[in-house]
Antibody, heavy 121, light 106 residues
Framework: EVQLVQSGAEVKKPGESLKISCNGSGYNFATYWVAWVRQMPGKGLEWMGFIYPGDSDVRYNPSLPGHISISADKSLSTAYLQWTSLKASDTAMYYC??????????????WGQGTLVTVSS | SYELTQPPSVSVSPGQTATITCSGDKLGDKFACWYQQKPGQSPVLVISQDSVRPLGIPERFSASNSGNTATLTISGTQTVDEADYYCQAWDSSTVVFGGGTKLTVL
């Protein structure tokens, strides 16, 4: 069974750093794109970016502020989403999702269970 | 940047057909897919590549994509289908989601 399991909920203060993870199993992790998707409270889905773990090719959503970074360790079958300085506006549920083996016309299935990040002073 | 527009809400009676639209410039020239998200749950892919239903998705879910509009159709809608539905497409090396449609079955 293809599965993505994310790290647990986090509560942080503004200005703190954070790295959340997404562990894939049941497939060749290195050969499928892994996406990160943000869902702010009561809002819709926003694509943040994705990574091809095989060669760490990363694509970011140019419409979103650039204070996040995406990485992966294919030896651990794990992708990461990282902030160096959190803001209150980063409070959201973050999902990882498996994309396809090709870049263009990607779609996502399955999705992880989500990681809730709360940033509050 | 590319935008996908969905109606905020759609209502349907049980057993009837629900239709959810997703509009974007020349969307029919791209592949559209659809996700279902129930409250407190992660999104689930219900349609990929315009009209392909993944394993495990009921046959009552179907979709099409032509011109500027992709359409998700749920035939014989059931109360378990009540959820938010999001369309998604690929444009200029970016992934774009529609704003979502809340489907109410009553």
């Amino acid at each position: 069974e293809v599965q993505l399991v994310q790290s647990g909920a986090e509560v942080k203060k503004p200005g703190e750093s954070l790295k959340i993870s997404c562990n894939g199993s049941g497939y060749n992790f290195a050969t499928y794109w892994v996406a990160w998707v943000r869902q702010m409270p009561g809002k819709g889905l926003e694509w943040m970016g994705f990574i091809y773990p095989g060669d760490s090719d990363v694509r970011y959503n140019p419409s979103l502020p650039g204070h996040i970074s995406i990485s992966a360790d294919k030896s651990l079958s794990t992708a990461y989403l990282q902030w160096t300085s959190l803001k209150a506006s980063d409070t959201a549920m973050y999902y990882c999702a498996r994309g396809q083996q090709h870049l263009v016309d990607n779609w996502f299935d399955p999705w992880g269970q989500g990681t809730l990040v709360t940033v509050s002073s | 940047s590319y935008e996908l527009t969905q109606p905020p809400s759609v209502s349907v009676s049980p057993g009837q057909t629900a239709t959810i639209t997703c509009s974007g410039d020349k969307l029919g020239d791209k592949f559209a897919c659809w996700y279902q998200q129930k409250p407190g749950q992660s999104p689930v892919l219900v349609i990929s590549q315009d009209s392909v239903r993944p394993l495990g998705i009921p046959e009552r879910f179907s979709a099409s994509n032509s011109g500027n509009t992709a359409t998700l159709t749920i035939s014989g809608t059931q109360t378990v289908d009540e959820a938010d539905y999001y369309c998604q497409a690929w444009d200029s090396s970016t992934v774009v989601f529609g704003g979502g449609t809340k489907l109410t079955v009553l």
